[in-house]
């Protein structure tokens, strides 16, 4: 592992990632508190607390391009295990956005597509339609056969509609686009 | 008795596949003559994927519905996932007051969100007034594992807001059902994972019905349409016991007050559990 130095700009970083989540990460004592909660931490190539540790050190290229940014869903337990009221779901949306803007290497390009299909899906109708984001997804991950059977049974259950549930105001729905710009 | 009327946020799912919650959560609130006026052209709350990846958008989805739900009534929300959307963005528009000059000028109006009111906080409230001591023993003895998933954890800056822990427990027992200690009541069910990393979801999902099953659970109940899902579509495992959405069952408990069409969109079919337990739907 190549040694990580310390310099004038390492500290930029972790003040990026603070003004954009304000999750008071430093306050992270290491305990691993998050690490041991999360309930995906056993699929992820960095833990939750050394993803923290990272950004710390001012490792970004190694901190953007991990599994564990996009593994996090984003469900809290990691805060409300945390001694310190660490926001670390705030931080991962913090990383996945930067990693987004900047043109990072995104370590899993599937849950990406998935999170751009469901913002297209509220973009064309202002809701989300599952079905559309469902196949959406598998046209452009090329997988159109390892979920048929699950797509077939939820659609004889009526679990799938075949039509949108709408916005009908479907200027304001654009307009919310534009000021979603704005509010980043 | 005079219909109170609250208005109504149903969210995506609830419109959509999860559309036998809306249906018994509607039903059972009848019962008690509260009726609900869903918000005019509502729209996304934010959702989770959205939230991931352009927090900006996720804001501006949320704050249409604090503008356009009436300010003057509690605006009722049935979906954990969307009640944190709407409340962490009533919380960061209060904070951020760029921000919110922003939405009110792109609104044309003042920032007067309307108070959220969570399913569970009403719920709450109508067993304190003792809406519920009639209700005695009408669930049998079901046994059930009170399942929350990740509604119960919040950001640190909601750490203030209303918690809702044992609820379902609650609920459950004075209905006459007997609600299990277990472990994975508040296990995330892996959301989106289950479309993008289906076999992280499934492992996952199947821990938790392992745990129920293990429990000596008949069945699990949810509050939430997304946990509902996740567990039908994405546990594989032969030893499966029906999921009920919370809403399902407080109107099981009311006699005729459930329909058996919701029952029949579950994919892991609740009919032999119900006939064992002699919970009829019954309402033709």
């Given at each position: 592992m190549t040694p990580v130095t310390f310099d004038d700009t390492t500290h930029e970083f972790l003040e990026a990632v603070e003004n954009m989540s304000?999750?008071?990460?430093?306050?992270?004592?290491?305990?691993l508190a998050c690490s041991g909660g999360c309930p995906f931490s056993r699929d992820m190539d960095v833990l939750p607390n050394a993803v923290i540790r990272m950004i710390q050190f001012g490792m970004k290229a190694q901190v953007l391009g991990c599994s564990t940014i996009w593994l996090c869903v984003g469900c809290n337990t990691c805060s409300v295990e945390c001694p310190n009221a660490v926001d670390i779901a705030a931080i991962m949306d913090a990383l996945r956005q930067t990693a987004i803007r900047e043109g990072a290497p995104i370590a899993e390009p599937g849950i990406l597509e998935f999170h751009n299909q469901v913002v297209d899906s509220i973009s064309r109708h202002?809701?989300?339609h599952k079905l559309e984001i469902m196949m959406r997804y598998k046209l452009a991950e090329r997988d159109l056969f390892s979920d048929i059977d699950l797509g077939l049974r939820m659609l004889s259950k009526r679990k799938l509609d075949l039509l949108p549930s709408k916005v009908s105001d479907k200027k304001a729905v654009q307009a919310l686009f534009r000021l979603g710009g704005e509010l980043s | 008795m005079k219909t109170i009327r609250y208005s109504y946020f149903p969210g995506c799912s609830l419109a959509t596949t999860a559309k036998e919650n809306n249906a018994s959560l509607i039903s059972f609130l009848g019962h008690f003559d509260m009726g609900l006026d869903e918000v005019k052209d509502w729209n996304c709350c934010g959702s989770s994927s959205t939230h991931s990846v352009n927090s900006g958008l996720a804001l501006a989805l949320a704050s249409r519905n604090l503008f356009i739900a009436p300010e003057d009534r509690p605006l009722l929300v049935a979906c954990p996932g969307c009640h944190l959307r709407l409340g962490q963005a009533r919380i960061e528009l209060a904070a951020d007051e760029k921000k919110r000059r922003r939405v009110e000028q792109h609104f044309n109006r003042e920032f007067r969100p309307p108070r959220l009111l969570h399913f569970f906080e009403l719920l709450s409230k109508m067993g304190g007034d003792g809406l519920f001591n009639g209700l005695k023993g009408k669930l049998n003895g079901l046994k059930i594992a009170p399942y929350y998933g990740c509604m119960l954890a919040r950001p640190p800056k909601m750490n203030r807001e209303k918690n809702h822990h044992g609820l379902i427990e609650k609920t459950m027992a004075s209905l006459g059902a007997q609600p299990l200690q277990w472990s994975y009541a508040s296990r995330c069910c892996g959301t989106f994972l289950s479309v993008s990393r289906p076999r992280i979801a499934s492992a996952q999902v199947n821990r938790i019905m392992a745990g129920a099953v293990r429990a000596g659970a008949e069945c699990i109940v949810t509050a939430c349409a997304m946990c509902h899902l996740n567990l039908e579509i994405r546990c594989d495992s032969s030893h499966r016991i029906p999921v009920f959405h919370f809403s399902e069952i407080l109107s099981l408990a009311l006699?005729?007050?459930?329909?058996p069409d919701w029952f029949r969109r579950h994919l892991i079919d609740p009919a032999p559990l119900l006939a064992r337990r002699n919970l009829s739907p019954c309402n033709p």
């Open positions: 304000h999750a008071g990460l430093n306050r992270c004592w290491h305990c202002g809701r989300t | 006699e005729g007050n459930a329909s």
